[in-house]
């Protein structure tokens, strides 16, 4: 069974950083591009992050570029999302997700982690 | 970026009932590259539709997707009582990938 199991989530002030987790099991992390979807309080979903299989390919949203950098460990299973320089703006449920299977970049998403909620606030 | 336009905002109905959801692109999505998936409160998403039309893994057969170029349509053949939900729609055939609004489906 597919699993992803996000952490690292919590109340920073604006300008602090924050690393989230996300922990994966029941496939070959290895062989799938991984991306982070993040969702504000009340509102829709808005992609963030995406990194290939051996992060050769990462993309960014245009919203946390220069902010944000996505990284992974394949032999810990795990996908990262460093965040700094951190705004109101950026309060939202994190989601980890997965690219099916042989899509490298843009495509749906099949597996979704419950998130991790991110709140910036003084 | 291409936008996604999601009507109605919110749609009553009844279980037993058909929904027909409707997703609008602001310009043609190569490929019917169109996806939708379900979310229930504090749950994350769940993928029911890819490439327009087919099913994921596990999803019921009430649940059928069509469309292309710019407008797709999520249709619930009959409503069950663990369907009432938000419904979001999101292109993957540019970059970069772009989610609806969301339409929530509310029992009446």
């Known amino acids: 069974e597919v699993q992803l199991v996000e952490s690292g989530g919590g109340l920073v002030k604006p300008g602090g950083s924050l690393r989230l987790s996300c922990a994966a099991s029941?496939?070959?992390?290895?062989?799938?591009?991984m991306n982070w979807v993040r969702q504000a309080p009340g509102r829709g979903l808005e992609w963030v992050s995406s990194?290939?299989?051996?992060?050769?390919?990462?993309y960014d949203s245009d919203s946390v570029k220069g902010r944000f950098t996505i990284s992974r460990d394949n032999a810990k299973n795990s996908l990262y999302l460093q965040m700094n320089s951190l705004r109101a703006e950026d309060t939202a449920v994190y989601y980890c997700?997965?690219?099916?299977?042989?899509?490298?970049?843009?495509?749906?998403?099949?597996?979704w982690g419950q998130g991790t909620l991110v709140t910036v606030s003084s | 970026e291409i936008v996604l336009t999601q009507s109605p905002g919110t749609l009553s109905l009844s279980p037993g009932e058909r929904a027909t959801l409707s997703c609008r692109a602001s310009?043609?999505?190569?490929?019917?590259?169109l996806a939708w998936y379900q979310q229930k409160p504090g749950q994350a998403p769940r993928l029911l539709i890819y490439?327009?039309?087919s099913r994921a893994t596990g999803i019921p057969d009430r649940f059928s997707g069509s469309g292309s170029g710019t407008d797709f349509t999520l249709t619930i053949s009959r409503l069950e009582p663990e369907d009432f939900a938000v419904y979001y729609c999101?292109?993957?055939?540019?970059?970069?990938?772009?989610f609806g609004q969301g339409t929530r489906l509310e029992n009446k």
């Open positions: 490439g327009a039309s």
């Open positions: 997700a997965r690219n099916p299977p042989g899509w490298v970049y843009a495509a749906y998403l099949d597996y």
């Open positions: 029941g496939f070959t992390f290895s062989s799938y591009t």
């Open positions: 999101q292109q993957y055939g540019s970059s970069p990938r772009t």
């Open positions: 310009q043609s999505v190569s490929s019917s590259y």
């Open positions: 990194i290939s299989s051996s992060s050769s390919y990462i």
